[in-house]
């Protein structure tokens, strides 16, 4: 069994400061022979955007590089980048971009120059043409994959639709430092956007006009506003937005959100999901005249989660299937008797994908941290998530590192945490962390980026329960980075991007982990299918001591008669290859055996996967039907015999709804079946 470093941790305090056990370390290796577009205030996004089964790297930014730039001397032009990685090597969306077209075809940049009565250019004294005037013709879309180029910017890959191809979901600001975005015809104007982007299945992006969410800015760079999750159990991936609000209803209203949106079937709709019970409630602002006296009444806001613009997840944190909700950040008039505002945390347990109950430790000591970046991961290998933060701590706390380890317990989900002087760690702000097993050995090491001091930085986690710093920064640069696997060794790489402030400028960067990796995990057994009374129910098998020893989580697919395709992470269902470099917070915890989803009766092929969360190794798939085969081809025909109708939780209607979204169910005269959403 893995040791127990929730004891190696609380030793730790009584440790002379300095003193540190020599420790493993990754080798790295970084990749020189690749022209990636240097670029920083942007954030990475990994995953298989063209489906052959290796990561692949997209961001945005501002950069000194001329992969997007029409006027040779502007360097800052907001853009948009796609990198492939493919068999052959690398290959760019963007290396015929020197000279750029918008997306009608149209010169991006034309200069009109004063004329003499022929015609001719007419140049002043000096022998330099006149310049009248100059016009930019450009939307700052990609115009190879369609995606708008923004700064300060946050992306998730997920498969919003089922339908097995990588979209994209992306938070971020189209006019910062924008030579186009003061000029250029107003086609999106300088604004915060939040848009969804559906994979083409060509290398193409096509915006989902029907995904519709709030004007939400992420409020810093560093925070992590956007999480994704299936947290009602229907098939489809709902996702959650934290921020700042760009409008409020009325100035006594909150400034802050936390916004959970219902995907709608894979239509590219999504519902706002006002179903938290948050302790003490969430309330507008009195207001008071000049002299004090009260004219507008605070007002209960029912239903809404905490306002807190900072960090959002989805993780199960009680080990009950359900994905719970964890915000923590900034939030104002705050307190609630025990919590100064400011400094703020809120933990929702799902019940049963119906509500989230605020459930948030009560304990004077668990105080968070703010400007911080935080992690979902299980660092003691307890088999419960842990929350990790480095940031800043009003009264007196200043620069620190916090680790809460997770206790399963609902009526107390995390321990007041461990700081620095437990942890042997590195105390910043205005970062982003990860947590990996890079060197091998089967423990979780944390990786700094953003601060401009210990940036790019490997802390890696000893036998001793201590954390020892890297010998060197892998970049040394101020920005984010993302993880994945792209040359398919089983270990975590790093695509950093950012800004160097020692004279090198934009940068972006990829290191890959050679470290050997440990033997891939075991698939899962007598994985199983049922359906009863509107739920798929999956069940499998697995040594659990095993699972807890090699840090195992699970992953699991259903494949539907139409050939739609829904999974807990994207992954390939031959191969087992994981789409996504990230998110593995999200995926099924060891001690659950048993998954059921809201379906229609009907033909289904299931699979359930074992994942390692330390690292990239996975397992097939092992896999089971219910019914008749029909998954592969439903297209035929046979007459259609019965029609039936679902809502999307399931149940069944006795005729179709009047209004809003609902499943129907074809039934055809060979026994074969065919669902789809319509809406009304």
Same mark, same amino acid.
């Given at each position: 069994?893995?040791?127990?470093?929730?004891?190696?941790?609380?030793?730790?305090?009584?440790?002379?400061?300095?003193?540190?056990?020599?420790?493993?370390?990754?080798?790295?290796?970084?990749?020189?022979?690749?022209?990636?577009?240097?670029?920083?205030?942007?954030?990475?996004?990994?995953?298989?955007?063209?489906?052959?089964?290796?990561?692949?790297?997209?961001?945005?930014?501002?950069?000194?590089?001329?992969?997007?730039?029409?006027?040779?001397?502007?360097?800052?032009?907001?853009?948009?980048?796609?990198?492939?990685?493919?068999?052959?090597?690398?290959?760019?969306?963007?290396?015929?971009?020197?000279?750029?077209?918008?997306?009608?075809?149209?010169?991006?940049?034309?200069?009109?120059?004063?004329?003499?009565?022929?015609?001719?250019?007419?140049?002043?004294?000096?022998?330099?043409?006149?310049?009248?005037?100059?016009?930019?013709?450009?939307?700052?879309?990609?115009?190879?994959?369609?995606?708008?180029?923004?700064?300060?910017?946050?992306?998730?890959?997920?498969?919003?639709?089922?339908?097995?191809?990588?979209?994209?979901?992306?938070?971020?600001?189209?006019?910062?430092?924008?030579?186009?975005?003061?000029?250029?015809?107003?086609?999106?104007?300088?604004?915060?956007?939040?848009?969804?982007?559906?994979?083409?299945?060509?290398?193409?992006?096509?915006?989902?006009?029907?995904?519709?969410?709030?004007?939400?800015?992420?409020?810093?760079?560093?925070?992590?506003?956007?999480?994704?999750?299936?947290?009602?159990?229907?098939?489809?991936?709902?996702?959650?937005?934290?921020?700042?609000?760009?409008?409020?209803?009325?100035?006594?209203?909150?400034?802050?959100?936390?916004?959970?949106?219902?995907?709608?079937?894979?239509?590219?709709?999504?519902?706002?999901?006002?179903?938290?019970?948050?302790?003490?409630?969430?309330?507008?602002?009195?207001?008071?005249?000049?002299?004090?006296?009260?004219?507008?009444?605070?007002?209960?806001?029912?239903?809404?989660?905490?306002?807190? =613009?900072?960090?959002?997840?989805? /993780? *199960?944190? $009680?080990? @009950? %299937?359900? !994905? #719970?909700?964890?915000?923590?950040? &900034?939030? +104002?008039?705050?307190?609630?008797?025990?919590?100064?505002?400011?400094?703020?945390?809120?933990?929702?347990?799902?019940?049963?994908?119906?509500?989230?109950?605020?459930?948030?430790?009560?304990?004077?000591?668990?105080?968070?941290?703010? =400007?911080?970046?935080?992690?979902? /991961? *299980?660092? $003691?290998? @307890? %088999?419960? !998530? #842990?929350?990790?933060?480095?940031? &800043?701590? +009003?009264?007196?706390?200043?620069?620190?590192?916090?680790?809460?380890?997770?206790?399963?317990?609902?009526?107390?989900?995390?321990?007041?945490?461990?700081?620095?002087?437990?942890?042997?760690?590195?105390?910043?702000?205005?970062?982003?962390?990860?947590?990996?097993?890079?060197?091998?050995?089967?423990?979780?090491?944390?990786?700094?980026?953003?601060?401009?001091?210990?940036?790019?930085?490997?802390?890696?986690?000893?036998?001793?329960?201590?954390?020892?710093?890297?010998?060197?920064?892998?970049?040394?640069?101020?920005?984010?980075?993302?993880?994945?696997?792209?040359?398919?060794?089983?270990?975590?790489?790093?695509?950093?991007?950012?800004?160097?402030?020692?004279?090198?400028?934009?940068?972006?960067?990829?290191?890959?982990?050679?470290?050997?990796?440990?033997?891939?995990?075991?698939?899962?057994?007598?994985?199983?299918?049922?359906?009863?009374?509107?739920?798929?129910?999956?069940?499998?098998?697995?040594?659990?001591?095993?699972?807890?020893?090699?840090?195992?989580?699970?992953?699991?697919?259903?494949?539907?008669?139409?050939?739609?395709?829904?999974?807990?992470?994207?992954?390939?269902?031959?191969?087992?290859?994981?789409?996504?470099?990230?998110?593995?917070?999200?995926?099924?915890?060891?001690?659950?055996?048993?998954?059921?989803?809201?379906?229609?009766?009907?033909?289904?092929?299931?699979?359930?996967?074992?994942?390692?969360?330390?690292?990239?190794?996975?397992?097939?798939?092992?896999?089971?039907?219910?019914?008749?085969?029909?998954?592969?081809?439903?297209?035929?025909?046979?007459?259609?015999?019965?029609?039936?109708?679902?809502?999307?939780?399931?149940?069944?209607?006795?005729?179709?709804?009047?209004?809003?979204?609902?499943?129907?169910?074809?039934?055809?005269?060979?026994?074969?079946?065919?669902?789809?959403?319509?809406?009304?």
């Amino acid at each position: 069994m893995k040791k127990n470093y929730k004891k190696l941790f609380a030793a730790v305090a009584v440790l002379a400061a300095g003193v540190s056990v020599a420790q493993a370390q990754a080798v790295w290796e970084q990749v020189t022979d690749q022209n990636f577009a240097n670029t920083h205030r942007t954030t990475p996004t990994v995953a298989d955007f063209d489906g052959d089964g290796r990561h692949d790297v997209f961001y945005a930014g501002q950069g000194n590089n001329d992969y997007w730039t029409v006027n040779p001397d502007w360097y800052w032009q907001i853009g948009s980048y796609m990198f492939y990685n493919t068999a052959d090597g690398w290959v760019s969306d963007c290396n015929d971009r020197v000279t750029r077209l918008d997306s009608l075809g149209n010169p991006a940049y034309t200069v009109n120059y004063e004329t003499d009565t022929l015609g001719n250019p007419v140049k002043d004294l000096e022998g330099n043409l006149i310049v009248i005037d100059t016009t930019w013709h450009i939307d700052n879309v990609n115009p190879k994959t369609g995606i708008l180029g923004t700064t300060n910017d946050q992306h998730i890959a997920f498969d919003y639709n089922n339908d097995g191809l990588v979209d994209m979901l992306l938070m971020g600001f189209s006019g910062e430092w924008d030579v186009m975005g003061y000029q250029r015809d107003n086609i999106y104007g300088n604004k915060y956007n939040i848009e969804l982007y559906k994979n083409n299945g060509d290398g193409t992006f096509t915006l989902v006009p029907d995904a519709v969410f709030a004007n939400i800015r992420q409020d810093n760079k560093y925070n992590i506003p956007l999480a994704v999750g299936d947290y009602n159990h229907d098939g489809y991936t709902d996702i959650l937005i934290n921020g700042a609000l760009e409008s409020k209803e009325a100035d006594n209203y909150p400034g802050r959100a936390c916004y959970l949106y219902r995907n709608e079937g894979g239509t590219g709709m999504f519902t706002l999901m006002n179903i938290a019970e948050s302790r003490g409630g969430v309330w507008t602002g009195e207001v008071k005249d000049e002299e004090g006296n009260v004219i507008t009444e605070a007002q209960s806001l029912d239903g809404v989660f905490m306002p807190i =613009s900072g960090n959002v997840h989805f /993780a *199960d944190l $009680n080990n @009950d %299937g359900w !994905l #719970d909700i964890v915000e923590v950040g &900034w939030a +104002d008039n705050s307190w609630d008797g025990i919590h100064s505002s400011g400094n703020a945390c809120r933990v929702y347990i799902n019940i049963n994908g119906e509500k989230f109950v605020d459930q948030t430790p009560v304990s004077p000591g668990f105080y968070t941290l703010r =400007s911080a970046g935080t992690t979902i /991961a *299980d660092v $003691n290998g @307890d %088999g419960f !998530l #842990d929350l990790f933060q480095a940031g &800043w701590g +009003d009264n007196g706390v200043a620069w620190n590192t916090y680790l809460f380890t997770g206790t399963g317990d609902t009526a107390a989900i995390f321990d007041d945490p461990l700081d620095n002087a437990s942890l042997y760690l590195f105390g910043t702000e205005g970062c982003k962390t990860y947590i990996r097993d890079f060197d091998g050995d089967g423990t979780a090491d944390v990786y700094y980026c953003g601060p401009q001091d210990g940036n790019g930085q490997v802390w890696y986690l000893g036998a001793d329960g201590t954390f020892a710093k890297g010998d060197s920064a892998l970049i040394e640069s101020e920005g984010f980075a993302a993880l994945g696997d792209f040359d398919n060794n089983g270990m975590t790489d790093i695509f950093h991007t950012g800004y160097s402030y020692n004279g090198g400028g934009s940068a972006a960067e990829l290191f890959l982990d050679k470290t050997e990796a440990p033997a891939a995990p075991d698939a899962p057994e007598n994985v199983a299918v049922t359906w009863a009374d509107g739920k798929l129910t999956i069940t499998w098998e697995y040594d659990l001591d095993l699972a807890l020893e090699g840090g195992f989580v699970y992953n699991l697919y259903v494949k539907k008669a139409d050939g739609s395709l829904y999974c807990v992470l994207p992954a390939d269902p031959e191969t087992g290859f994981v789409k996504v470099g990230e998110g593995q917070e999200t995926a099924i915890r060891p001690q659950v055996k048993e998954y059921s989803l809201t379906m229609p009766e009907g033909n289904y092929t299931v699979g359930v996967q074992t994942l390692c969360m330390l690292n990239a190794t996975y397992s097939a798939f092992t896999t089971a039907t219910l019914g008749s085969s029909a998954i592969e081809s439903v297209e035929n025909d046979a007459e259609v015999v019965a029609v039936e109708y679902y809502n999307l939780q399931g149940q069944k209607l006795s005729v179709a709804p009047e209004t809003g979204a609902y499943v129907v169910k074809e039934i055809k005269a060979d026994g074969t079946t065919k669902a789809r959403v319509d809406i009304k």
